[in-house]
T-cell receptor, first 113, second 113 residues
Framework: GENVEQHPSTLSVQEGDSAVIKCTYS??????FPWYKQELGKRPQLIID?????GEKKDQRIAVTLNKTAKHFSLHITETQPEDSAVYFC????????????FGAGTRLTVKP | NAGVTQTPKFQVLKTGQSMTLQCAQD?????MYWYRQDPGMGLRLIYY???????DKGEVPNGYNVSRLNKREFSLRLESAAPSQTSVYFC????????????FGAGSRLTVL
């Protein structure tokens, strides 16, 4: 079945630095790749997503890149701020109908002021 | 707009007891989902309902049942709770099934002793 691997599991950066989180997936039929941010004790919330027909998408300080050939996608956060501290989850749609989603195990990002 | 509302927020059960988690959305979404979140394992899909009147198993359905009561409501039932079902449960909804943005509820923390 589909397997989504996410690395690293923890990441600590200084405020202003960039952070990169990487995910790999195994299902060639996957065509939707969202990223969710979960602050402590809160619900996951979508921050950016990408579909398989594009290779990169940006939204202010956040960008996602997708390499379908290699089956990996990455989240890039530039000019990090303390409020970026949270757990980030990648996900990939799976199955012929893409009705299911597999999530990575999460990356705990800490931005030090 | 309340979005996705789930109850209860916290529950402690003894092994063998039963309970139902309730979820309701007011966004006129067609699809609803139940996930569980365990440390280091991301979010895993238990069951989903692509549309009113249909339900399907996800990645980890054993020990659970669901009911799509109407378009707004999707409940998750544990018939005989086990300690392995100690987890945080999230209900989510999306406009359509498949590769779509998920809107999550606030979560329900369940402890089975």
């Amino acid at each position: 079945g589909e397997n989504v691997e996410q690395h690293p599991s923890t990441l600590s950066v200084q405020e202003g630095d960039s952070a990169v989180i990487k995910c790999t997936y195994s299902d060639s039929a996957s065509n939707y790749f969202p990223w969710y941010k979960q602050e402590l004790g809160k619900r996951p919330q979508l921050i950016i997503d990408i579909r398989s027909n594009v290779g990169e998408k940006k939204d202010q300080r956040i960008a996602v890149t997708l390499n379908k050939t290699a089956k990996h996608f990455s989240l890039h956060i530039t000019e990090t701020q303390p409020e970026d501290s949270a757990v980030y989850f990648c996900a990939a749609s799976i199955g012929f109908g893409n009705n299911d989603m597999r999530f990575g195990a999460g990356t705990r990002l800490t931005v030090k002021p | 707009n309340a979005g996705v509302t789930q109850t209860p927020k916290f529950q402690v059960l003894k092994t063998g007891q039963s309970m139902t988690l309730q979820c309701a959305q007011d966004m006129n979404h067609n699809s609803m989902y139940w996930y569980r979140q365990d440390p280091g394992m991301g979010l895993r899909l238990i069951y989903y309902s692509a549309s009113e009147g249909t339900t399907d198993k996800g990645e980890v359905p054993n020990g659970y049942n669901v009911s799509r009561l109407n378009k707004r409501e999707f409940s998750l039932r544990l018939e005989s709770a086990a300690p392995s079902q100690t987890s945080v449960y999230f209900c989510a909804s999306s406009p359509q099934s498949g590769a779509n943005v998920l809107t999550f509820g606030a979560g329900s923390r369940l402890t089975v002793l």
